[in-house]
């Protein structure tokens, strides 16, 4: 019977396929290895890099979306982590990856550049990339012996890529400009005269005497500085030529230049420019003609209202040092210099009586050192060379000072916050001179004599 025949073999083929499936449970057959990861190309992660650096570029800002934020960092964290474990990466993968986010993202750069130098660690191009990278973290620190620290790395960097081949510009100019802000300018000098025997240089950095003259104010030396500037034209080699004048006591050629630098421009920042040079050369009944023009805007709605209170605000510090006798931890002078940058540390104090009112602690060395210390550079770029001079004065009037309960129970809030130190003085003293080569600072000049200043008081307690 055809069922009956049907029914045995349907069992025994059931039976069979159970059997076969206890055995595959109890001993699995060999799996075929993972097909590896195939490698993204270079110009793979080139775009990456660059869409992501765009991308939170135009997220970030006191207004960013959190989560957009948190979203477009995190992409880039876990692009970065990707390149960090891949294996079998080229040199330009890691060059090219780390190239977009050199200017906003250097740390994440450094991080792409290390990857690469753990597995080809005599590539001169990753060494400029970390370079490069080491010295963008490096002037994001404020003035300071972490900044110093932190320049000494780069520095370590790029002597390292100097040492490989093939030898191109970048790393000198990496080290010129590094060894500039750690305020060892012989140094620096050397690797700008290698630079100008550069054609590929010369072609990259087209105004490089502009360089050359900043680094030769900065070092004192105004005569070769004004080499320099010979036959040049605009705004910032007037301003160089004007510094460079002064610097070597040449009240005549100065004047001359004031004139024609005001009469093809009245604008707030040549008149400024003008009074530190004056003032500088010991001109001061000139000096005080020009200060009495200087517009003091009370408050501002525009940004050119706030430049023109900001340099109005420097023009009234440069008068103060100009006139300052007594540079001791106990003057007058520390005062009267916070008066004239119109700083203020404005708190409610709940111990007062009848009921808590306001009250300033800008007195207090200690807040005030750190709050100049936390203060973004570019947000009082005009006055930078005065917040820096008060900073030295807080920091050497903390021991002669007696805080109050209030201002003690403040800096105990904020002992997250290091509070400057004298160790950071030479890195506030660098970067007080190589403004020198910044053609739109300004007070530098009188920043070298409030250095001088400093510096004989310092001598003078010792």
Not at 123 to 130: K, P, Q, T, V, Y
Not at 174 to 185: D, P
Request: glycine share 4%; net charge negative.
């Amino acid at each position: 019977m055809p069922t009956m025949s049907m029914l045995p073999r349907t069992a025994f083929f059931l039976f069979s396929a159970g059997f076969c499936l206890l055995l595959a449970a109890q001993e699995p057959t060999p799996q075929d290895p993972p097909e590896p990861e195939e490698l993204p190309s270079v110009e793979d992660v080139a775009r990456t890099a660059g869409e992501l650096s765009e991308q939170l570029v135009m997220i970030r800002g006191p207004h960013a979306d959190a989560k957009l934020l948190a979203e477009a960092t995190k992409a880039l964290e876990d692009f970065t982590k990707k390149l960090e474990t891949l294996e079998g990466l080229s040199p330009d993968h890691f060059l090219q990856a780390s190239s977009p986010l050199l200017a906003e993202f250097p740390a994440y750069a450094l991080r792409i550049t290390q990857a690469g130098l753990n597995h080809f660690a005599d590539s001169r191009f990753l060494f400029d990339h970390a370079g490069m990278a080491r010295w963008s973290l490096a002037v994001q620190l404020p003035p300071s012996e972490a900044r110093m620290q932190a320049l000494a790395e780069t520095e370590q960097t790029y002597r390292k890529a100097l040492s490989l081949t093939p030898d191109t510009f970048h790393a000198h100019l990496g080290l010129m400009q590094t060894l500039r802000l750690m305020g060892r300018t012989d140094e620096a000098e050397e690797q700008c005269e290698w630079l100008t025997k550069d054609a590929d240089a010369m072609a990259a950095v087209p105004q490089f005497y502009v360089y050359e003259a900043g680094l030769l104010l900065q070092a004192n030396k105004p005569k070769q500085a004004l080499a320099k500037l010979e036959g040049k034209e605009g705004e910032d080699v007037q301003i160089f030529s004007l510094r460079a004048y002064a610097l070597a006591g040449d009240a005549g050629n100065a004047q001359r230049l004031i004139d024609t630098m005001r009469k093809a421009d009245s604008s707030p920042q040549t008149l400024v420019q003008a009074i530190d040079a004056l003032l500088y050369l010991g001109k001061k009944p000139e000096a005080a003609k020009l200060l009495a023009l200087c517009s003091k805007p009370a408050a501002f709605s525009t940004e050119e209202e706030r430049e023109e209170q900001l340099l109005s605000q420097s023009a009234a510090a440069m008068d103060v040092v100009s006139k300052a006798t007594d540079w001791s931890p106990k003057s007058p002078l520390r005062a009267q210099l916070t008066k004239a940058l119109d700083h203020h540390i404005l708190v409610m104090d709940p111990s007062a009586k009848p009921k808590p009112k306001e009250v300033d602690l800008i007195v207090s060395p200690t807040l005030t050192a750190k709050m100049l210390a936390n203060m973004p550079t570019h947000a009082e770029s005009k006055k930078t060379w005065a917040n820096l001079t008060l900073q030295v004065l807080c920091i050497r009037g903390i021991r002669a000072y007696t805080a109050t309960p209030l201002e003690k129970q403040i800096a105990a809030a904020m002992k997250d916050q290091r509070l400057p130190t004298e160790a950071d003085v030479p890195s506030i003293y660098a970067a007080m001179k190589m403004d020198l080569g910044d053609p739109f600072a300004c007070g530098t000049l009188m920043s070298v004599r409030a250095i001088e200043k400093l510096e004989a008081a310092m001598a003078a307690k010792k």
